[in-house]
């Protein structure tokens, strides 16, 4: 017959710790694999009651021009010149 000591007692305990910690990692993946089907159904079925985006419209861009505002810019270049 098995004794009962405290070397046993204690393998016993680490066996049921392992074996319920591998038991919970198999039922939260599973949990967690559920719930992503479920997020994709929900973003299928809004996606499906979403009406679609108006289509872009063409904006013009008008631009003005003054003439008046423009002034002419004189350029003297230093290497061109006859001081050089």
Do not use: W
Not at 51 to 58: E, K, L
Request: aromatic content about 6%.
């Amino acid at each position: 017959m098995i004794s009962f000591d405290r070397e046993t007692l204690t393998i016993v305990a680490v066996i049921l710790c392992i074996a319920a910690t591998v038991y919970m990692y198999k039922e939260f993946t599973q949990a967690k694999s559920d719930i992503e089907g479920i997020k994709g159904f929900c973003n299928k079925i809004v996606q499906a009651h979403t009406p679609p985006p108006p289509p872009p419209t063409q904006q013009r861009v008008i631009q003005e021009h003054d003439e008046e505002e423009e002034e002419e810019v004189v350029i003297n270049n230093v290497a061109e010149s006859e001081e050089n």
